[in-house]
């Protein structure tokens, strides 16, 4: 690239053919702000360790590995604290491409997981690129509206609230509920009486919705004109809190 004149800065792996394991120092005794390069003439590869369990690792044939800036990191509290960093992975932080910036967002809050079925990954993968669009999709409508925006997480935070609602895993029992009826009676002969919506009509029948278990299955042909639930004749009153 040099002989052609060209200039080049990007992300490089640890397992790529030359890498410099044995001159970097290790992962595990680096810290954030930590950083280590080597250079082999106009050639320079640097390590830097930002948040996260893996370091930064940076190619590049236009810097210089010794020259660095600060930047600002988001710590535990919230508050920004200036951080040292080298100038090849500021540089490349600012001109990176729009699929490293993708990455960058979706690696920082990742929701998928481990699992033996293949699928789960596919699917979580999915769902987090739709998350990091739409924050994207998000920012960019703040920036034209000129509002400030909220950060990733906690836009991730609102989002899950709002999909979850009022959602509960726990089911509601049946004979639990209860309706506003007024006056509400039963009269001896089995007729009802001021139910207010709550009538019961002919239909097919159906398994009853109070009393019909697994195990013994009851059937009705009394239908709620308001609910279409089946109840048995005696279920009726119970049911709706009728008696």
Not at 110 to 134: A, E, M, P, Q, T
Not at 197 to 220: A, D, L, M, N, W
Request: aromatic share 12%; proline share 2%.
């Amino acid at each position: 690239m040099l002989e052609k004149k060209l200039y080049g800065c990007g992300t490089f792996r640890k397992n790529r053919k030359f890498y410099p394991k044995d001159i970097l120092q290790s992962d595990k005794s680096m810290k954030k702000g930590d950083f280590d390069f080597v250079q082999s003439g106009d050639i320079t590869v640097t390590k830097w360790k930002d948040r996260g369990k893996n370091p930064v690792i940076v190619v590049s044939n236009m810097h210089d590995g010794s020259e660095k800036i600060n930047v600002l990191r988001t710590n535990s509290i919230g508050s920004r604290d200036s951080v040292p960093c080298t100038a090849s992975i500021s540089d490349y932080n600012m001109y990176m491409g729009g699929v490293d910036k993708f990455d960058q967002l979706m690696a920082a809050y990742n929701i998928s997981w481990k699992s033996r079925r293949w699928w789960l990954k596919i699917f979580y993968y999915l769902l987090d690129c739709c998350i990091v669009n739409s924050f994207i999709c998000y920012k960019e409508d703040s920036k034209n509206k000129k509002k400030k925006y909220m950060s990733q997480l906690k836009f991730r935070s609102k989002l899950a609230t709002e999909l979850i609602g009022k959602f509960c895993v726990r089911k509601r029992k049946s004979y639990t509920r209860s309706v506003e009826l007024g006056n509400k009676k039963t009269t001896n002969n089995g007729t009802f009486q001021d139910v207010g919506k709550h009538v019961p009509i002919q239909g097919k029948y159906r398994r009853c919705g109070f009393c019909s278990t697994k195990e013994k299955q009851k059937r009705s042909n009394l239908i709620c004109k308001a609910c279409d639930k089946a109840l048995c004749k005696s279920c009726f009153g119970p049911y709706y809190g009728l008696q």
